[in-house]
């Protein structure tokens, strides 16, 4: 990282654009583990709010709504804004916002200041991704599936953590120990600084060198390109709504059905959220050596006969099942990003934009549909309609095959 773009240049542009720069995709997929991992201590909470604060399902389903709304709507403005104007150092502002409601969450008094704080973490997750997965884009040096899966593999982990550290931190001591997470975002904020600088100088560089290999066009017509992105968009939605009943409403499933405790409810959704990130390290690298849409197959279609046996299963086998859905399901989310980009080339902000924020648009709203329906029926009968979603995956059969076209 501290080598400079112009000692890189005499190595030539061509080979400066294919090199994998390792030391940032490192550095930026340990800022998405703490961004995530922050916004992560929200749902982890949802046990110990619903006690203090008598929550209906419905109200908690609101909480991730507010939380992913905002990070939603605002993501593809995000992208579209920073392909037309790169802004190396909005990431920095993005941890900041995310600080903030970290900080009122700790403090928070009312069921409208828990609102609030998740519309601030919201705020800045839109901010953090749609440039971070372009940074990460610009270090894969060709190595796209990879460098997506490393920088999502930061995330899921971070995700993966903050409710085994709500268990034995903010579960045991109480609200106000959220403040020990400010520690993780000054991190973040540091080793952002660092890749801005990078980040900053190799947009420069690209300004300055004519020689860098082009983006490669594709033979598919606009209305193939608006079908496919149509399509993985239905997939985003299948695969966001199912993990949305899981990430909210998975400890309450264990607690309901089988009267663990709630400490041992956080335990076995770090279990589930750890599959979640082993499995992002998985579709990447295979989508780049054997075809994305392989990928999508297996993560999307494939994942159904676990989900349609959770809701009918023992103890054992439900953590079994839940563990396979993890990493089966969480393989397709880097080969589905990689895909729409090569679909739109020279709009990776855009696409990672559009993507990530319909993402959490999905979770956002399966989360608040979810909620009702627990509340008007029971958390089995979410996770027994919920187990069908996976099935969606067959509309994969229409996406075409890439063929890439020099220009």
């Given at each position: 990282m501290s080598e400079s773009l112009e000692q890189q240049a005499s190595l030539g542009d061509k080979s400066i654009s294919q090199q994998t720069v390792y030391p940032i995709l490192f550095a930026i997929c340990f800022a998405h583990l703490i961004n995530d991992l922050l916004q992560s201590v929200i749902p982890s909470m949802y046990p110990l709010m619903q006690q203090k604060y008598d929550l209906t399902f419905s109200q908690i389903g609101l909480i991730t709504f507010t939380f992913q709304i905002t990070s939603s709507l605002l993501q593809p403005f995000v992208g579209f804004y920073t392909d037309k104007k790169?802004?190396?150092?909005?990431?920095?502002?993005?941890?900041?916002?995310?600080?903030?409601?970290?900080?009122?969450?700790?403090?928070?008094?009312?069921?409208?200041?828990?609102?609030?704080?998740?519309?601030?973490?919201?705020?800045?997750?839109?901010?953090?991704?749609?440039?971070?997965?372009?940074?990460?884009?610009?270090?894969?040096?060709?190595?796209?599936?990879?460098?997506?899966?490393?920088?999502?593999?930061?995330?899921?982990?971070?995700?993966?953590?903050?409710?085994?550290?709500?268990?034995?931190?903010?579960?045991?001591?109480?609200?106000?120990?959220?403040?020990?997470?400010?520690?993780?975002?000054?991190?973040?904020?540091?080793?952002?600084?660092?890749?801005?600088?990078?980040?900053?100088?190799?947009?420069?560089?690209?300004?300055?060198?004519?020689?860098?290999?082009?983006?490669?066009?594709?033979?598919?017509?606009?209305?193939?390109?608006?079908?496919?992105?149509?399509?993985?968009?239905?997939?985003?939605?299948?695969?966001?709504?199912?993990?949305?009943?899981?990430?909210?409403?998975?400890?309450?499933?264990?607690?309901?059905?089988?009267?663990?405790?709630?400490?041992?409810s956080q335990f076995y959704l770090f279990i589930f959220l750890g599959s979640i990130a082993a499995g992002t390290l998985i579709g990447g690298p295979i989508g780049d050596r054997f075809g994305r849409k392989y990928v999508i197959w297996f993560s999307i279609l494939g994942v159904a006969p676990f989900t349609l046996m959770l809701p009918h299963a023992n103890f054992t086998w439900t953590i079994v099942l839940a563990v396979m859905i993890g990493l089966i399901l969480s393989s397709a989310f880097s080969a589905i990003i990689v895909y729409a980009q090569e679909l739109l080339p020279g709009r990776v902000g855009m696409v990672s934009g559009l993507f990530f924020g319909f993402a959490f648009g999905m979770g956002a709203l399966g989360s608040a549909l979810l909620g009702k329906l627990a509340d008007k029926t029971s958390i089995e009968e979410v996770f027994f309609i919920c187990s069908f979603l996976p099935l969606i995956g067959v509309i994969n059969i229409f996406l075409p095959t890439i063929k890439k076209l020099k220009v």
């Open positions: 790169p802004q190396p150092y909005s990431f920095v502002f993005g941890m900041c916002f995310t600080l903030s409601g970290i900080i009122l969450l700790s403090f928070s008094w009312s069921y409208y200041t828990l609102l609030l704080s998740a519309g601030l973490v919201g705020i800045g997750s839109s901010i953090f991704h749609p440039e971070s997965s372009k940074l990460a884009f610009f270090a894969s040096g060709g190595k796209r599936g990879l460098a997506q899966s490393i920088f999502q593999l930061g995330g899921n982990t971070g995700s993966a953590i903050g409710p085994l550290l709500v268990a034995l931190i903010v579960a045991v001591y109480g609200q106000i120990h959220i403040l020990w997470f400010t520690i993780a975002s000054f991190i973040g904020l540091a080793v952002l600084m660092k890749v801005g600088i990078w980040y900053d100088k190799h947009l420069k560089w690209r300004a300055n060198n004519k020689n860098i290999k082009k983006e490669e066009k594709h033979d598919l017509s606009r209305s193939k390109v608006i079908l496919s992105i149509i399509i993985l968009l239905t997939l985003i939605f299948s695969k966001f709504f199912y993990t949305a009943s899981m990430t909210n409403y998975f400890t309450f499933f264990l607690i309901d059905k089988f009267h663990v405790s709630v400490q041992q």
